[in-house]
């Protein structure tokens, strides 16, 4: 996955508390075989009303969405995370996250960042009534701040997870980094046992 670099970006704000992984990307697209192109879909149903946070131009190219609590709860579905993504969002905040979502966000590379109530209330308010004011996410200080400097707030982070946003590293990622050991290990293992190395076609 990218590597995860400070954020510059208006915020869309989605003043809406208890949003499901359905409401986010609907079932009747989960028959799609690729992981990418599904930011077409997101909040699909919600869309349909003209009036939808979405739909209002102004807020075309954020990469910062600012939402009530629990978000992301209901199914385990990783195709949430990988719909916002595709849409282009970088960052996400709340007061709460349901813990599948945010741990499948990780995987990705999509930062989910917990702040208190009043302060996500805040952010929302401000995107409301200055849509084109920019907020700064900056994951290597842990600080969600606006542009002006008026508001700045640190946030905790697993210093693992962190790490892997910043250095770009998925579960293959990881692995790799162990190759010499694993390259060593097959080479030691008696030739008895099963090999990973495919068999040669018959002569």
Same mark, same amino acid.
């Given at each position: 996955?990218?590597?995860?670099?400070?954020?510059?970006?208006?915020?869309? *704000?989605?003043?809406?508390?208890?949003?499901?992984?359905?409401?986010?990307? *609907?079932?009747?697209?989960?028959?799609?075989?690729?992981?990418?192109?599904?930011?077409?879909?997101?909040?699909?149903?919600?869309?349909?009303? @003209? &009036?939808?946070?979405?739909?209002?131009?102004?807020?075309?190219?954020?990469?910062?969405?600012?939402?009530?609590?629990?978000?992301? +709860?209901?199914?385990?579905?990783?195709?949430?995370?990988?719909?916002?993504?595709?849409?282009?969002?970088?960052?996400?905040?709340? @007061?709460?996250? &349901?813990?599948?979502?945010?741990?499948? +966000?990780?995987?990705?590379?999509?930062?989910?960042?917990?702040?208190? *109530?009043?302060?996500?209330?805040?952010?929302?308010?401000?995107?409301?009534?200055?849509?084109?004011?920019?907020?700064?996410?900056?994951?290597?200080?842990?600080?969600?701040?606006?542009?002006?400097?008026?508001?700045?707030?640190?946030?905790?982070?697993? @210093?693992?997870?962190?790490?892997?946003?910043?250095?770009?590293?998925?579960?293959?990622?990881?692995?790799?980094?162990?190759?010499?050991?694993?390259?060593?290990?097959?080479?030691?293992? *008696?030739?008895?046992?099963?090999?990973?190395? @495919?068999?040669?076609?018959?002569?």
């Amino acid at each position: 996955m990218r590597k995860f670099e400070a954020v510059r970006s208006k915020a869309l *704000p989605l003043n809406r508390a208890d949003v499901d992984t359905d409401q986010i990307i *609907p079932a009747k697209y989960l028959k799609r075989i690729e992981r990418t192109g599904f930011g077409e879909f997101l909040f699909d149903d919600w869309r349909k009303d @003209p &009036a939808f946070i979405l739909n209002e131009g102004v807020f075309s190219g954020a990469r910062i969405l600012v939402a009530g609590a629990n978000f992301g +709860c209901g199914s385990s579905r990783e195709h949430a995370p990988w719909a916002l993504e595709d849409y282009g969002f970088r960052a996400l905040i709340a @007061p709460s996250f &349901a813990d599948i979502f945010r741990n499948n +966000c990780a995987k990705i590379g999509l930062l989910t960042i917990t702040l208190a *109530p009043e302060d996500v209330e805040f952010l929302i308010a401000r995107a409301e009534e200055l849509p084109e004011a920019e907020t700064i996410v900056d994951l290597e200080s842990q600080t969600v701040a606006t542009a002006d400097g008026s508001f700045v707030r640190s946030f905790e982070i697993d @210093p693992a997870v962190k790490r892997n946003l910043l250095e770009g590293l998925d579960a293959i990622g990881l692995t790799l980094e162990h190759e010499p050991d694993i390259d060593a290990f097959e080479a030691a293992r *008696p030739d008895r046992y099963p090999s990973t190395t @495919p068999a040669e076609a018959p002569a």
